[in-house]
């Protein structure tokens, strides 16, 4: 208890945004007043009741991976509504945490766009050589895409790629 309780003050000061996932159980049987067994299909957090408020925004995502937002103080997602979690909600959430401010150049931007394959988008990168995470989230996005889209990679060569 007083390791998570010293993880839980470590998260709150943190500088970064964090992304954690909370194992939740399933209670089935509970007892009602007069001793009878209830079926009960809500979900209790394992870890400590009321955990969702030491964060911003907190997901319930089932075994299909439909989501529903618990709570959501960046005021970005569909409160009312199930949704399946994909690139657009981290990039949405992405977008929160930096104020809507982009840190891409927009030329570099531009470039990304512009790439019609896999293939196309790979080389952009090695010819970069970029290890910036603001930059290659703009990759992945574009990756996403892309494979969202049916280009699924193939095998061929990419000039300036690895050679024996």
Known sequence: MKAHNNFMVVLRH??????????TKRNIIKMDSEGIPKIDLSRQVIQQPGIEKNFTTVLRINKKGCAEVVKDLSQTLPVQQQFYPDYQTGAVLQDWCYDGKSYVP????EKIDKCNSLSELYQLLFELDIDDVELISAFTRRRLILERNGNRPNLEVIQGGFNE
């Open 106 to 109: 927009e030329e570099l931007q």
């Open 14 to 23: 943190f500088p970064r945004h964090v992304l954690c996932c909370i194992e």
